[in-house]
Nanobody
Framework: QVQLVESGGGLVQAGGSLRLSCAAS????????MAWYRQAPGKQRELVAT???????NYADSVKGRFIISRDNAKNTVYLQMNSLKPEDTAVYYC????????????WGQGTQVTVSS
């Protein structure tokens, strides 16, 4: 069983930066695609960024050029570096692991609040 623990959320002024961390319970990156999602109150959950086992990354248009997803294999940790933050980035951010072999087997972190003030 995979456990994901998120950290790094908080309050930041517009234009500032935060780095979110997602620590996995074991070495899973060869078998799971890692992803960050976010959800603001009253809005649909949005896929923000993905990092595949092969190292490919993808980003939502709204965060391209500002956010960077990365991973540290030794620490079994995925990061989301968030730069040039905007008030519209305010949301609960979730880390997820999606299995390549079993489409329905997904793991989610508890979420961490990111609030960007004007």
């Amino acid at each position: 069983q995979v456990q994901l623990v998120e950290s790094g959320g908080g309050l930041v002024q517009a234009g500032g930066s935060l780095r979110l961390s997602c620590a996995a319970s074991g070495s899973i990156f060869s078998f799971y695609a890692m992803a960050w999602y976010r959800q603001a109150p009253g809005k649909q959950r949005e896929l923000v960024a993905t990092f595949t086992s092969g190292g490919s990354t993808n980003y939502a248009d709204s965060v391209k050029g500002r956010f960077i997803i990365s991973r540290d294999n030794a620490k079994n940790t995925v990061y989301l570096q968030m730069n040039s933050l905007k008030p519209e980035d305010t949301a609960v951010y979730y880390c997820a692991a999606h299995s390549y072999s079993i489409a329905t087997k997904d793991y989610w972190g508890q979420g961490t609040q990111v609030t960007v003030s004007s």
